[in-house]
Every structure is written in structure tokens, then in C-alpha cells.
């Protein structure tokens, strides 16, 4: 029994429709390497870039936490200078206490606000910051 030559026998050249399977089969044949292609290098590189893009997004997420959460920490530091002595010594020389502790910083928060006001207009004049 002699050996049959496959090549030979799958051999395209110059007939029409063997010639139209061989394309179909190399398409067939390439879709089954892009896939491979796509689960070996492009999933990694998406998830890459996915991780990258989570990763600055995060931190910038934390950033504005951990803003947040020292702005309330000094919130709370104030109130607690603030109205603590009322709960703790009652009477008029407390709240007297706490409405000048507000009016202070009420007036602390105009001057920097007058401050910051007037070193803006300084710079945009091209001149020093006025300290």
C-alpha cells in the first residue's frame, strides 16, 4: 500500500472552486489565530491599561479624601475650641467666650480673604506678592 501525498491531493492550482476553499480555509485558520492572538496580547494589554487608568483615578480619589477628612478634623478642632468650655462651665463668661471665639474667626477668615485678594491683584499687575 503506497502512501498517499496530500499535498498533491489538496493541490488549488488553477481550479476555480479548490482555489475559493483554500481562501476560506486560511480565513478560518487566521480567525482561530486571532483569537489566540487576542486572549495572549490584547487582554493583557487592556487590562493594563484598565489597571492604570483605576490606579490614577484612585489616587486621585484618595487625594480628595484625605483632603475631606483633614478639613472635618480642623472643623471639628474648632468646635471643640469653640463650645466645649459652654458644656463644661455653663454660664455667661463661656458663651461670651464662644461669641468672640466666631467673631474671631470670622475676622481671620476676612483678612485672609482680603490678603489672598491683594497678593491676586499684585501678580496680575507683574509686581511682588506684597509680603
Same mark, same amino acid.
Given at each position: ?10 493541490? &488549488? @492550482?488553477?481550479? @476555480?472552486?479548490? *482555489?475559493?476553499?483554500?481562501? #476560506? @480555509? ?22 493594563? *491599561? ?9 489616587? /486621585? ?27 463644661? /462651665?455653663?454660664?455667661?463668661? *463661656?458663651?461670651?467666650? #464662644?461669641?468672640?471665639?466666631?467673631? +474671631?474667626? /470670622?475676622?481671620?477668615? %476676612?483678612? %485672609?480673604?482680603?490678603? &489672598? ?8 499687575? +507683574? +509686581?511682588?506678592?506684597?509680603?
Amino acid at each position: 500500500m503506497s502512501r498517499m501525498d496530500w499535498k498533491a491531493f489538496l493541490e &488549488h @492550482e488553477g481550479d @476555480e472552486i479548490l *482555489t475559493s476553499l483554500k481562501k #476560506a @480555509e486560511d480565513a478560518v485558520v487566521r480567525a482561530i489565530l486571532g483569537i489566540w492572538l487576542f486572549i495572549i496580547k490584547t487582554i493583557p494589554e487592556l487590562a493594563r *491599561t484598565f489597571l492604570l487608568w483605576l490606579q490614577a483615578k484612585f489616587a /486621585y480619589a484618595c487625594r480628595i479624601a484625605l483632603r475631606l477628612a483633614r478639613i472635618a478634623g480642623l472643623l471639628i478642632a474648632w468646635a471643640v475650641i469653640v463650645f466645649a468650655p459652654i458644656k463644661v /462651665y455653663p454660664g455667661i463668661i *463661656t458663651v461670651s467666650w #464662644a461669641v468672640l471665639a466666631v467673631v +474671631g474667626s /470670622y475676622w481671620g477668615l %476676612q483678612r %485672609q480673604f482680603v490678603k &489672598h485678594q491683594r497678593v491676586t491683584i499684585t501678580e496680575v499687575k +507683574g +509686581g511682588r506678592n506684597g509680603r
